[in-house]
């Protein structure tokens, strides 16, 4: 079973920035999937969409991180990243790397990392 290394979680400031990686243990293309991202979840909320990648560069972004998240994928190095700008408080969540699927449902998620906590402060 391919396992997901979430890194780069923390405490930061309004408005601050955030870059969070993750390290899968074998290939993030073709066999394994070509969906790699990141989920979230807040307590008291259901675990939603932050951003995935598919095979072309291509990407799909939740409406609310749209032009303060970017997410990159390196095949060769089986790792994905979520560069994090602009930061609000109700962007605080736990944060987990996916791989699956390039759809934007949550069932396309073959594989879990153990999430990553991210803390905006106001």
């Known amino acids: 079973q391919v396992q997901l290394a979430e890194s780069g979680g923390g405490l930061v400031q309004a408005g601050g920035s955030l870059r969070l990686s993750c390290v899968a243990s074998?290939?993030?293309?073709?066999?394994?999937?070509?969906?790699v991202g990141w989920y979230r979840q807040a307590p008291g909320k259901q675990r939603e969409l932050v951003a995935i990648?598919?095979?072309?560069?291509?990407?799909i972004y939740a409406d609310s991180v749209k032009g303060r998240f970017t997410i990159s994928r390196d095949n060769a190095k089986n790792s994905v990243y979520l560069q994090m700008s602009s930061l609000k408080p109700e962007d605080t969540a736990v944060y987990y790397c996916t791989l699956g699927r390039f759809q934007p449902t949550i069932n396309a998620v073959n594989y879990w990392g153990q999430g990553t906590q991210v803390t905006v402060s106001s």
């Open positions: 074998e290939s993030i293309s073709s066999i394994n999937g070509n969906g």
């Open positions: 990648t598919g095979p072309y560069g291509t990407a």
